[in-house]
């Protein structure tokens, strides 16, 4: 699609928004871009903080929605509410969960929680949002948030990785098949961030090496949105990440599995 969207004045949906990159966008897209925010995620108190704080900061209009990812009512109830009474411009699906350990040791509820809040409602979500932006032809844009993870298997995070491998198979697909509709569609495909994701993951702790790699969540906000903004079709921030994605599409599987397991074994958590 030809001309960059502008959200300026616009109303933009954000999942994820208590923490990490999904608060970190919200800021950068209403300070520096003036978008209104409808703000999505389960911990509220953290969502009226951020409305708070922008609406005093910016002078822009945001919305909460409570909603858990994991739950079916949940994800179709943030679409009727995100789109009563205003017109949504932009949807940035960026809600996600890991887990850091043997895909054995997954619990049910686990696995079950990661597959629906990372593949499943994204998925419900995008073609939600698709079709509404279609119908309303104000030249919008939906954005998955997707992970280098994705790129090639990887050991210890392998639930994670594969639901990421899903998100950038499907958000490429998509694009194309609404290439020409007036909608564009972006998947973000950053590395390493500096969030709780990682804190509670306790990868870094076990893994000092990687910690040193991690971008700041700010600056990782500030590539994501340039990126949304110019409707980008699959993007990775910064000069690293762009070199481990390339090197882990081109290097054979087999051996960019064995190094990624290699790195991760001798950190991982204990049995129990
Ligand atoms: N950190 C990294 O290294 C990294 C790297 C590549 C990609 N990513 C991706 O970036 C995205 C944001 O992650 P982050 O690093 O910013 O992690 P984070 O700080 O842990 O934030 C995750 C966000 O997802 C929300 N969330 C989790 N489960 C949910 C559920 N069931 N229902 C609704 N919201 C839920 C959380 O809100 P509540 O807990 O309040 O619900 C929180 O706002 C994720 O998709 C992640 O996979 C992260």
Redesign the pocket.
């Given at each position: 699609m030809g001309t960059a969207m502008d959200f300026r004045g616009r109303h933009v949906l954000i999942?994820?928004?208590?923490?990490?990159?999904?608060?970190?966008m919200a800021r950068e897209l209403a300070q520096r871009h003036g978008a209104n925010l409808v703000l999505?995620?389960?911990?509220k108190d953290?969502?009226e903080a951020l409305r708070e704080e922008l609406e005093g900061k910016h002078r822009v209009q945001v919305g909460v929605i409570a909603?858990?990812?994991?739950?079916d009512e949940?994800v179709g109830r943030v679409v009727e509410e995100a789109t009563r009474g205003r017109e949504l411009y932009g949807a940035i699906l960026?809600?996600?969960?890991?887990f850091f350990g043997h895909a054995l040791d997954l619990t049910e509820a686990e696995l079950d929680?990661l597959l629906?809040?990372?593949i499943a409602?994204t998925t419900r979500l995008a073609n939600a949002f698709a079709r509404y932006l279609i119908e309303k032809k104000n030249g919008g844009g939906v954005m998955l948030?997707?992970?280098?993870?994705g790129v090639s298997p990887l050991p210890y995070q392998a639930v994670?990785a594969a639901s990421?491998a899903f998100l950038n198979s499907y958000g490429r697909a998509l694009a194309e098949e609404l290439r020409g509709s007036g909608v564009s569609i972006s998947t973000f495909?950053?590395?390493?961030?500096?969030?709780?994701?990682?804190q509670?993951s306790g990868i870094t702790s076990s893994s000092s090496s990687l910690a040193g790699f991690?971008m700041p969540?700010d600056r990782c906000a500030r590539l994501a949105i340039e990126g949304f903004r110019r409707r980008e079709v699959f993007f990775v921030p910064g000069p690293l990440y762009k070199l481990t994605a390339l090197v882990s599409r081109i290097a054979p599987q087999g051996i960019v599995t064995r190094q990624a397991g290699n790195i991760y074994r001798g950190s991982l958590p204990k049995r129990g």
């Open positions: 999942t994820g928004a208590s923490s990490g990159l999904g608060l970190e999505v995620a389960r911990r953290r969502l909603a858990d990812m994991t739950r949940d960026n809600a996600g969960v890991t929680g629906r809040t990372n409602s948030v997707s992970s280098v993870a994670y990421k495909v950053p590395g390493g961030i500096d969030t709780e994701m990682m509670k991690l969540a």
